[in-house]
């Protein structure tokens, strides 16, 4: 008996092995992907610039790249000495020799050599080059010495251009590019891109814009959809016809609700814009998606439009776990509707408004989809939120690191607002009031 005791696992023991494979799926699809995106953030790399499409930790050489486009490099420096005459020819020439002399340098390592002629293979039969023959590992010395070479012969080759001394001056810059290209040098940047936010008057704006359209919407989504909770949990006749017409601007796509929006705002003819005008709300139909404030109360009322639903339907599960008893009992006691509500309804609804305003909160918080189909984040970045804005460094400038770090600065204010929520309004739903 006591042997067995001894093998069987304790019930603390058992209640961690139950809960491993949820906390390995929440490492895998949830941590993993910020870890990397951190990562990511600690290097410059950018999908525009050949050399930093990759993470490098060391300086080196792109042997695809170097390959392919040295032959190129030999035949225009070649072909522009045969048509030149004179000391021009003299120049080329030793332009030549000196870039042959460079390329046998480089080729003296034979891991260079054999990668050489095994990518030149490869590529006249059209076939991919594998990672492992794509870079090789350079020292200091030897990259910027092959740089040092380059930047001479190109600043030869524009001279001799500028001079009229080449047939095709305008092929020295592509070849000497082409080259260039090649090197590759660390682009580890550390902590950089998150010192430069914190100066960043854009993202300050794009955060300030964030926090605004979250704690609007979800105030006003809140209180509404308490007052449609309400409205739908009392029996009516149609009440069930009610219940599915409520949740119909939820089920929209948010894209299409989003350009249906757009449409309902537009300047000339938009519904929306016309009866704001025609009521006294806005002084031009044309102001809500051409101005600041315009821009922003539009977004929002788009959102709280199709998200109010989703608040409504949360608080209409709670109200159905508050015991009918207890609004009899207070009736008996005398207390009004008004009383009922404060004294009953919101204090049972607690748990419920916790999770209906955290999920509302994150969801807000992280909005994308509906300002970007809406306004893009215009006009002038007034209504661009941290994730708009990085998409449009990540995408539109391809500058991956810088991305990242602002991925990451979504994920820190994401993972603060969870834990305030918690903090402030969750000890009962913890427990931790239970004591008191």
């Avoid at 894209?255 to 449409?263: E, Q, R």
Wanted: charged share 15%.
């Amino acid at each position: 008996m006591n042997r067995q005791n001894k093998g069987s696992l304790s019930e603390k023991q058992m209640g961690y092995l139950l809960i491993l494979p949820a906390l390995l799926i929440i490492l895998i699809i949830a941590i993993w992907p910020v870890m990397r995106s951190f990562w990511i953030s600690l290097h410059d790399i950018r999908l525009n610039d050949p050399t930093k499409t990759e993470v490098h930790s060391s300086y080196g050489l792109d042997m695809e790249r170097y390959v392919s486009t040295f032959p190129n490099l030999l035949r225009y420096v070649k072909k522009e000495a045969e048509a030149a005459q004179g000391p021009a020819k003299d120049k080329l020439e030793a332009i030549r020799q000196e870039i042959e002399q460079m390329n046998q340098a480089l080729q003296q390592s034979g891991e260079i050599a054999s990668r050489y002629e095994a990518i030149d293979q490869l590529l006249l039969e059209f076939k991919p080059i594998p990672n492992e023959l794509k870079y090789v590992t350079l020292t200091g010395e030897a990259t910027d010495a092959i740089r040092t070479t380059l930047a001479q012969k190109e600043s030869t080759l524009l001279e001799m251009g500028a001079n009229k001394q080449l047939a095709k001056p305008e092929g020295a810059v592509g070849v000497m590019a082409g080259i260039t290209s090649a090197i590759i040098e660390p682009n580890y940047v550390g902590f950089a891109y998150y010192q430069h936010f914190l100066t960043d008057s854009r993202m300050w704006a794009a955060l300030y814009n964030t926090f605004f359209f979250t704690v609007v919407s979800v105030v006003i989504e809140l209180v509404l959809g308490i007052a449609i909770a309400l409205l739908i949990n009392r029996p009516f006749r149609g009440r069930g016809l009610v219940r599915a017409t409520v949740l119909i601007p939820w089920a929209i796509p948010t894209v299409i609700s989003a350009m249906m929006w757009k449409f309902l705002y537009d300047g000339q003819n938009g519904i929306v814009a016309h009866l704001f005008e025609v009521t006294g709300l806005v002084s031009d139909m044309g102001v809500l998606l051409s101005t600041k404030a315009g821009a922003m109360f539009s977004v929002i009322l788009a959102d709280v439009w199709k998200t109010t639903p989703f608040m409504a339907l949360l608080l209409f599960a709670g109200l159905q776990t508050i015991p009918h008893s207890l609004y009899e009992a207070a009736s008996v006691d005398g207390a009004n509707r008004m009383q009922q509500f404060f004294r009953i309804t919101l204090p049972m609804l607690k748990s419920t408004i916790l999770v209906a305003l955290l999920f509302r909160t994150l969801d807000a918080f992280r909005v994308f989809d509906l300002i970007y189909a809406l306004t893009g984040g215009g006009p002038a970045n007034s209504t661009e939120t941290i994730s708009i804005y990085a998409y449009k460094t990540m995408f539109a400038q391809m500058s991956f690191g810088e991305g990242s770090a602002l991925a990451v600065l979504v994920f820190l204010c994401v993972a603060l607002i969870s834990i305030g929520y918690i903090k402030i309004l969750g000890a009962d739903l913890l427990g931790e009031g239970n004591g008191k």
